[in-house]
């Protein structure tokens, strides 16, 4: 059996947040392609990963992968 060197992702509802939340979560981005702030992403999913929630989703301009990783102070 291998084991997945990546750990386990925990699945989370992103939808289960506040409409304001999940809004300002769409809408402050940053996307290493474009590389520009706030061009807003798409498909959100949200997951935890070692004890580290991240909220997953595509760049809205060119559909790279978004990665917003939250910290405990973000709570
Ligand atoms: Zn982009």
Known sequence: MMED????????DFFSRGADEQ??????TWCDNCQQVNSGM???HEYELKGVI???GKCK???TVILTELTDEDF
Not at 5 to 12: C, D, I, K, L, N
Not at 23 to 28: K, S, T, V
Request: negative net charge.
């Open 42 to 44: 798409v498909e959100p």
């Open 61 to 63: 301009v060119c559909g």
């Open 54 to 56: 991240y909220i997953e």
């Open 23 to 28: 809004q300002a979560f769409l809408e402050q």
């Open 5 to 12: 060197v990546e750990g386990e992702r925990t699945p989370r």
